[in-house]
Each structure stands twice: as C-alpha cells, then as structure tokens.
C-alpha cells in the first residue's frame, strides 16, 4: 500500500486548505486511515480518522469544529477540509493507513498504523 499526500501549503491565519490523499496499492480491507501532524519539535499527533465505511470519525480536539476528514472508495482518496486555519495549525501534515480495526485511543497511536505518506507542508501566517 502506498500513500501519497498532498495539498499543503502556505495559508492565512482563518484561511482554508483541503489535504488529498492518494491511496493505491493492495487497497482492499484498508479499514482505518488518519491524518497526522508534525510541528518542529514536537511529537506527531493525531489530527481525524475515518473508518472505510466512513461511519466513525474521529477528530483532535484541537481541530473539531474546523476540519473535515472524508474519503471517496470509489478514487482511494482521503481527503482533510481544514478551515478556520491558525498558525498553530502548522506543521507537515501525514496521512497514514490501517488494515486493523481501531477502537477508542488506538485511533490517535501513530505505531497503529502500518503505511504512511511522504507529508505535506502546512504553514499559516498570522
């Protein structure tokens, strides 16, 4: 399985992005992907997941009320709306997949996810 993210990229404080995630690849049974973030010199944290039916959709507090994760099974895309934008919000942005189900905080541990995206760089402006 192969992941590729893009969309990134430089955004004024309350602006918008939409992150695409391509997945190919041995894509059947992929049941869980996310979007996780990196800001320099921080751990990477969870942002939104989304089950392959789309039916659960977990979200960072931090993000809830202004991002949006979805997928299309139809494109083996993922995509994440992020509006509201804040310049905390920077950092390279991963999309990362699973073939095991996920329940509760297994959603956010990054080592519970088996392939990951190259990242795509987030940056708002203040």
């Known amino acids: 399985v192969q992941l590729q993210a893009s969309g990134g990229g430089l955004v004024q404080d309350g602006g918008s992005l939409r992150l695409s995630c391509a997945v190919s690849?041995?894509?059947?049974?992929?049941?869980?992907t996310a979007w996780f973030r990196q800001a320099p010199g921080k751990e990477r944290e969870f942002v939104a997941g989304i089950s392959s039916s789309s039916g659960i959709v977990p979200y960072a507090d931090s993000v809830k009320g202004r991002f949006t994760i979805s997928r299309d099974n139809a494109k083996n895309m993922v995509y994440l709306q992020m509006n509201s934008l804040k310049p905390e919000d920077t950092a390279v942005y991963y999309c990362?997949?699973?073939?095991?189900?996920?329940?509760?905080?297994?959603?956010?541990?990054?080592?519970?996810?088996?392939?990951w995206g190259q990242g795509t760089q987030v940056t708002v402006s203040s």
């Open positions: 690849g041995r894509t059947f049974g992929l049941y869980t």
């Open positions: 990362a997949g699973s073939y095991r189900r996920k329940v509760g905080s297994a959603w956010t541990r990054s080592d519970g996810y088996d392939y």
